[in-house]
């Protein structure tokens, strides 16, 4: 029933029709060379980006999780879907907080490695970003 409702179908409807209906994105031939990889090699795949598409033909972001099963009516793959628009706009409005800041802002993983530079980092230092990224500091 949620995914009825956040796509804008009947349960019906959604059940009537195919998956290629509903995703924007990738192609459907891309879709259904996964699908062969997924029943070639029987495991599960985790986190691939698509663009879903609602009835009324606006489109947003989401991760796929899909595994082959057995069934009575023979192999299926069951996939899991998640609309990521907030954690996208969580993104955006971080990498753009860090690109107008004047301050200097990194995030550093738990060995003390660059991962994220504000460009404030450059102005004041003077080093290059892309040399600083991956190191300690």
Known sequence: PAACESLGYSCEELMAGTMFAIVASPEESQLR???RTIYQRQEKVRGIEI???RKD???FPAEMSAVPIHTVHGERI???VRDVSERRRAEDQMANFFR???DMMCIADAEGVFRKLSPAFEQVLGYDLNEMLGQSY
Do not use: A, I, V
């Open 100 to 102: 107008l800041s004047e």
């Open 33 to 35: 060379g996964l699908w």
């Open 78 to 80: 069951l996939c899991s």
């Open 51 to 53: 663009l879903h598409r």
């Open 57 to 59: 033909g606006s489109t």
